[in-house]
């Protein structure tokens, strides 16, 4: 009885600390507005000139020449907090270049990158400003006309050079995000990217573009409580 008098006195007294830690618990919003997953699709277009220079000698260039085309992307945010976030997106896009070719050089990249986003709510609460900052990893193949090669003033065939690469580079972005009252999200956004190119035949030693697109965004577990303690 001395003993069970004891276990009585001590859970008495641990008791009310008990109950506070499972009404804290079950009450807590452990996941709320917190992963956001976005599908983004627009447009790119190659920057630089036409023309570069190899060993003094002017020659087109084959990137930059390319006509602008469509890109897609998706991506997933954590939502650390109301101004930050981070996560992971995946774009793609093809570009062709017509000019002066028997037929057209190509161009295709798939980017993976880590986003890193600063926010920040303006005009009205329902508006979020945002800038990315995205290093890069691509896989870039392409597709480049070299031209004709000739023997005794006569053509033997076509030279290409095609390559399949694996590239850093880099991509900033601005963007606006709105949202009405539940988990979807319209969101625009522009910006510019650049990447390592190793063609060492051609002028051309980096590549950069500007995209410009829009989508959807929505936002799991919106607003999901998970309750351990309910009376």
């Known amino acids: 009885m001395r003993f069970r008098s004891i276990d009585f006195r001590f859970l008495r007294g641990i008791l009310p600390f008990i109950l506070i830690l499972f009404s804290e618990m079950g009450f807590a919003q452990l ?25 003094g000698i002017s020659v087109p260039t084959h990137f930059a020449s390319a006509a602008r085309s469509q890109n897609k992307s998706v991506r997933v945010s954590y939502n650390y907090s109301r101004l930050f976030s981070f996560g ?32 920040k709510k303006i005009l009205t609460s329902l508006l979020e400003a945002r800038f990315n900052l995205m290093p890069t990893i691509s896989s870039y193949k392409s597709s480049i006309y070299m031209g004709d090669i000739e023997y005794k003033n006569s053509k033997s065939e076509v030279n290409w050079m095609k390559t399949t690469q694996l590239v850093p580079g880099m991509i900033a972005s601005v963007g606006l995000v709105g949202k009405e009252k539940g988990p979807l999200g319209i969101m625009a956004e522009c910006g510019v990217g650049f990447f390592r190119d190793n063609q060492k035949v051609t002028s051309e030693v980096t590549n950069s573009y500007f995209f410009a697109q829009i989508g959807i965004s929505y936002s799991l577990f919106y607003n999901k409580r998970y309750y351990l303690y309910h009376e």
């Open 31 to 55: 996941m709320s507005n917190k992963i956001d997953v976005s599908l983004l699709y627009g447009t790119v277009a190659p920057l630089g000139k036409k023309v570069g220079q190899i060993d």
């Open 88 to 119: 992971l997106n995946i774009g793609q896009f093809s570009l062709k270049n017509v000019k002066l070719k028997p037929s057209p050089e190509t161009f295709d990249l798939i980017e993976i990158s880590p986003v890193f986003t600063l926010k």
